[in-house]
């Protein structure tokens, strides 16, 4: 089998999106499903959308274009503000898009009035994590704005946490957000089909406290994906933290003293202790580098210890017999690492689906099911 590659078990994104959705649903929030660490890959989307996602959100139009022409026909929001140059594609591809600048907005409406669509606008709101956002001062005079303007219609507001800063999202932060939706409906009447909380990030807030306030959406991905709580990169309750596995193979077995070469060249006191214990004993080559994968974000597997990274190769130590050339190893990644190489050329996906249920019935009948190809 071709190496490197990435291996997906698309059950296991099925069965955490359902387990999510599940749990959310008592509180009241609906899961919408981001695609963008997997760069929209068909399949992988329409395992989330059978978990029982409300809905898709991408942040690249070209990953749009991607799912799109694979069939899915489900509502697509682009949660990334479109770029200028890209404003036409948007409206074509995209039901909705969540926006921060007032010229996009113009640029949208004047691309939807030419199409003959109207085209939905989610204003996001700066709560403190420093990236996109309107200020929430400037929210209600935005709102009105584009309630006004023919081509687009205002169908919600959110905010997003914890991407650049690393803050979490308080109970406060969130009572804020729902405020403030109140107060944009005070000014435009009752518009605001969706609040949106904002990512991964949000669940423990949405699991634990008691009152969600107006919050009726978050945009899941990397809990989906991999299981995890983004901040502690802890593992999720009930979740798989292996729907994921990067494969790559030995290109050089090492022959030699490991002992000697650590030694004589890497000689990091960590490693050096390692080697003196015998907890290292071969020098060993992968082939893929940095060009494929964040290599800081492979998890090494029992006896396997991280040595370094280059573009093209990965080098590790390993104790015990030493690994032929040719010999596969298997590792879990996180979240960038899963970025990087999904969007690598040189690695392959391989799906698997070792559990095929009956999709969850869609009530709006819109999603279209994908063959597994
Ligand atoms: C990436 C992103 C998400 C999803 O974040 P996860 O941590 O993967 O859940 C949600 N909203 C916005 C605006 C994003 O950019």
Redesign the pocket.
Known sequence: MSCPRVEVDLSKIRGNTRTLVERLKGRGIGV?A?T??VCGHPAIAQAMLDGGAVSL?E?RLSNVRRLRQAGLTCPITL??TPLLSQVYGVVQLCDAS?NTEPSVITALAAAALRQGKVHDIFL?VEMGDQ??GIKPSDVGDMARHVVGMPGVALKGI?A?F??LSGISPTDAKMRALSSLANAVERQCGAVLRTV?G????NLPWALEVHATGRVND????????LGVD?LTGRQIEGMHRDAFTLVAEVIEAGAGSARQFFQNTIGTPAINQLIRNALINNKIILGLGQQDIDAAGLLMPPGVTFIGATSDHLVIGTRGTPLRVGTEIRFQIN?AALMRAMAAPDIQTKLRDDQPEPPIHKPQGSNRHLALT
């Not at 904002?198 to 990030?201: E, I, T």
């Open positions: 919408t981001v963008k660490a959100a942040a949660i990334r969540y996001m990236r996109e959110g997003n914890a991407c949106s904002g990512n991964s990030a978050l945009r899941i991905g990397e809990a989906v994906l983004p979240y």
